[in-house]
């Protein structure tokens, strides 16, 4: 299954009791699945309090669940637990608000890898930036794995979800933050952008880079100067390139 990732048993939730007082306690939750077809009462319930706690619920056949469950007793529904709860866009910016600096956020469009996504987390506070924005769909989530990866980032970097990439992008704006998009031969060299002011550093996806829509919305398109046969970097190092080239700057 493309969009399950992960397969790490420590953060999987199964049955329909154990997923209800799951999220009847606030526990984070990455994802849902729930059976395809599922049209039972106690099912639709436990996705309507899914969606109403802002859970992504993805619909999945039975010999899906059954592949991905530990317990084989899922009962047609099983929760990922996100290994740190999500925070919200205002937490990030009220964070560099209360260190007296330029916002410095990472918007992440659809970075399903999640080594990638944990490798950017680490890199992101490291490099001093405030936090980590990713889509609710078509993303690597806070699960087991991008913790792991990020070295216990996750636990002192808040790391938001939103539906909608690009109306994000415009929301910042509105609030101040120039953003700023990695695009293979992009107008702008990394080396002439201005990254001490409020800024959105948005790094695509593994495969196609920035969607049409999001680049769109970016006030500038940054390249990273290449001399190598080799004319890309993979999503994680691109990120540290520019989020160091920005700590330079603000140091």
């Known amino acids: 299954m493309r969009d399950y990732e992960d397969r790490v048993p420590e953060n999987l939730i199964e049955g329909r009791n154990a997923v209800t007082e799951a999220l009847r306690a606030g526990t984070a939750i990455d994802k849902l ?13 436990i996705i309507a309090q899914a969606k109403k706690a802002g859970v992504v619920v993805v619909e999945a056949d039975r010999r899906k669940l059954d592949a991905m469950s530990e317990t ?26 209360a260190a007296g600096e330029p916002p410095l956020v990472v918007v992440c469009d659809e970075i399903s890898d999640p080594h990638n996504l944990g ?10 930036a405030h936090g980590v924005i990713i889509p609710k769909r078509r993303s690597a989530g806070l699960t087991a794995v991008v913790a792991k990866t990020s070295a216990g980032a996750v636990s002192y970097l808040p790391v938001a979800r ?30 002439d952008a201005d990254l001490r002011s409020p800024a959105a550093i948005v790094i695509g996806s593994e495969g196609d880079g920035m969607g049409r829509l999001v680049g ?15 004319n890309s970097l993979n999503a994680s190092a691109a990120a540290a390139v520019l989020l160091f080239e920005a700590l330079r700057q603000r140091t």
């Open 33 to 45: 699945y729930a059976a395809k077809g599922g049209t039972d009462h106690t099912l639709s319930r």
């Open 216 to 230: 769109e919305c970016c006030d500038f398109l940054v390249g990273i100067p290449m001399k190598g046969r080799i």
């Open 72 to 97: 084989h007793s899922h009962q047609g529904v099983i929760a990922v637990a996100a290994a740190q709860s999500y925070a919200t866009v205002e937490d990030i910016l009220e964070k560099a608000a």
């Open 162 to 191: 939103v539906p909608n990439i690009p109306a994000l992008l415009k929301d910042l704006q509105k609030k101040g933050l120039w953003v700023f998009g990695t695009a293979a031969g992009g107008s702008v060299s990394l080396y």
């Open 119 to 128: 490798a950017i987390i680490r890199t992101a506070e490291c490099a001093g």
